[in-house]
């Protein structure tokens, strides 16, 4: 079945350093995929997002490019900052299914030193 | 975007008993999803809630320990039954938001611990 696999974390980084956390895919269809951040002690949010191939999906300066050839979605940063220790996770949105269910990856969480 | 109310945020709850967690949007949506999060993992699918049907459970979540309503577009209840103490987790709502194209709205959790 379809899954995500994630870097294992924790990442640990020093404030204004680049970031990336890789994610990689398998589906059987086309779906879309996700980036969702959980900042301590709050539900999911939705960071970005991508439906297509070489879509690129941005926020916050955070960005992520749908790569089909490589089935990846890795997430990138150029400046980190403390604001950003979060557990990030990526997912993909089942759309061959019945129901558009979110498949997560095991979350990355980021911890973004002075 | 959807805007999700879930309830209770958290809850500590003896062994045997049994917590019901509420979902109520401000908006008529199709589908529900009720979501695990176990201690330092990641979310699981426990089922997908629709209006008027019996809701549809993931491989390895059974009615009788996780019984889903769904009376209406805008409301959804998730109990856990029997509780134990694995069944400590956050757990999750969500809905497909069409206020935003593709993605998905979650509410902020129920934070269980089973004593």
């Known amino acids: 079945g379809d899954s995500v696999t994630q870097m294992e974390g924790p990442v640990t980084l020093s404030e204004e350093a680049f970031l990336t956390i890789n994610c990689t895919y398998t589906a059987t269809g086309y779906p879309s995929l996700f980036w969702y951040v959980q900042y301590p002690g709050e539900g999911l949010q939705l960071l970005l997002k991508a439906t297509k191939a070489d879509d690129k999906g941005s926020n916050k300066g955070f960005e992520a490019t749908y790569r089909k050839e490589t089935t990846s979605f890795h997430l990138e940063k150029g400046s980190v900052q403390v604001s950003d220790s979060a557990v990030y996770f990526c997912?993909?949105?089942?759309?061959?299914?019945?129901?558009?269910?979110?498949?997560f990856g095991t979350g990355t969480l980021l911890a973004v030193q002075p | 975007s959807a805007v999700i109310s879930q309830k209770p945020s958290r809850d500590i709850c003896q062994r045997g008993t049994s917590l019901t967690i509420q979902c109520q949007v401000d908006s008529q949506v199709t589908m529900m999803f009720w979501y695990r999060q176990q201690p330092g993992q990641s979310l699981t699918l426990i089922a997908t809630a629709n209006q008027g049907s019996e809701a549809t459970y993931e491989s390895g979540f059974v009615i009788d320990k996780f019984p889903i309503s769904r009376p209406n577009l805008t409301f959804s209840t998730l109990t856990v039954s029997n509780l134990s103490p694995e069944d400590s987790s956050i757990y999750l709502c969500?809905?497909?938001?069409?206020?935003?194209?593709?993605?998905?709205?979650f509410g902020s959790g129920t934070r269980l611990t089973v004593v």
């Open positions: 997912a993909l949105s089942d759309r061959g299914g019945a129901t558009n269910k979110l498949i």
């Open positions: 969500s809905v497909e938001d069409r206020g935003t194209p593709y993605g998905y709205t």
